[in-house]
């Protein structure tokens, strides 16, 4: 069965804290993984996506992992501000066309001053 | 370019009415998806269309919904007879072609009283 799991739940740290939020995925057949940030009321905002051959894709404090044998991917937050609390979404994109996504739960991030 | 433009944000409707949700690719998006989100849960793939075509409908329930994506005009979710197990934030994202570039609407939220 095509998952995908995410770690933790939920996340407080302090404004200016790093953080890592933790993605494992068992989907077959691989296209692509993406992460999200969906703030409260809206829908989710693409932050990075990553094909099989890529490790890493940053953008700005974002960075993505991927270990495509492991089947987990990470998403490293460097100096939070308190603009980053939203809930963030990993995504596995399944088949060679990518049309079906499928969607973690999401970490819920708080950062507090 | 407005986006996806999604309406209402909010619908309330009573056990037994329809509920009818609108969405607006962006300009030069043919591909249109619609998502459901529940509360704790992560967003669920319901279907798939293209103009006037249906491409997957897999994660459709099989009674109450359908879906269209006429030549002219926004795609229309439509929900029959409206039990309070539909309550949810039904988001939309389309694409200019298969799978890439997804971008999401801001959501309607149905609440079923």
């Known amino acids: 069965k095509n998952q995908v799991e995410q770690s933790p739940q939920s996340l407080i740290i302090l404004e200016g804290k790093n953080c890592t939020l933790q993605?494992?995925?068992?989907?077959?057949?691989?296209?692509?993984l993406r992460w999200y940030k969906q703030d409260t009321g809206r829908g989710p905002v693409s932050l990075t996506i990553?094909?099989?051959?890529?490790n890493t894709k940053s953008n700005g404090r974002y960075t993505a992992t991927l270990d495509a044998d492991t089947k987990q991917s990470s998403l490293h937050i460097t100096a939070s501000q308190l603009s980053d609390s939203a809930s963030y979404i990993c995504?596995?994109?399944?088949?060679?066309?990518?049309?079906?996504?499928?969607f973690g739960k999401g970490t819920t991030l708080s950062v507090s001053s | 370019n407005a986006g996806v433009m999604q309406n209402p944000r909010h619908l309330v409707r009573r056990r037994g009415q329809e509920a009818r949700l609108r969405c607006s690719p962006m300009?030069?998006?043919?591909?249109v998806y619609w998502y459901r989100q529940l509360p704790e849960e992560g967003l669920k793939f319901m279907v798939y269309?293209?103009?006037?075509?249906?491409?997957?409908e897999s994660g459709m329930p099989k009674e109450r919904f359908s879906a269209e994506f006429p030549k002219e005009g926004p795609s229309i979710l439509r929900i029959q007879q409206v039990v309070r197990g539909d309550s949810a934030a039904y988001f939309c994202?389309?694409?200019?072609?298969?799978?890439?570039?997804?971008?999401f609407g801001s959501g309607t939220r149905l609440t079923v009283v």
């Open positions: 300009k030069g998006h043919s591909h």
């Open positions: 990553m094909t099989f051959s890529e």
């Open positions: 993605c494992n995925y068992t989907v077959s057949p691989f296209s692509n």
């Open positions: 994202a389309s694409s200019p072609w298969t799978g890439e570039g997804y971008t």
């Open positions: 995504v596995v994109s399944v088949g060679q066309a990518g049309t079906a996504l499928i």
């Open positions: 269309l293209q103009k006037e075509n249906i491409i997957d």
